[in-house]
């Protein structure tokens, strides 16, 4: 009887190369889309003004996004019973969580520059980035 074994420590480097390569695929994709956004909204009347829209504002925080999504959908992939069924309602959930913060800035309408169209450019950041996460996530990082 023949035993194999891989090398100590070779799921772990994979693991953690199909992460960080989700992570760059993600945040190359998903930063060119916000930058697009971005400049349809100022072309479309956003204020130069208001600073979510600009991109040393937004860039960082969709690679920090794309980076933390990664990271949990690791997790649920490998901790979960069901990680399908799970990314399936959570992945959502985090989205609209995560357009709170948007609409208390078009509601408050104090931030220079402020108007429910910059305002409405955020949110589609926020689904774009989203969306293009979990595609370069389901193709890198595949539940079962």
Known sequence: MTVTSRPAGSSVGRTIG???LATVVAA???GLTTVVIALIARALGASHDFQPLQPASYLPLTVLGVLA???GWQVIRRRATRPAAVLRWLAPVVVALSLIP???VGA???SP???WGA???LMLMHLTVAATAVLVYRRFM???
């Open 18 to 20: 199909s992460v960080a």
């Open 28 to 30: 190359v994709a998903a």
């Open 69 to 71: 999504g990664a990271i």
């Open 102 to 104: 948007d609409i208390a």
């Open 108 to 110: 408050a309408g104090t």
């Open 113 to 115: 520059g402020v108007s």
């Open 119 to 121: 305002v409405s450019a």
């Open 142 to 144: 595949p539940v079962r």
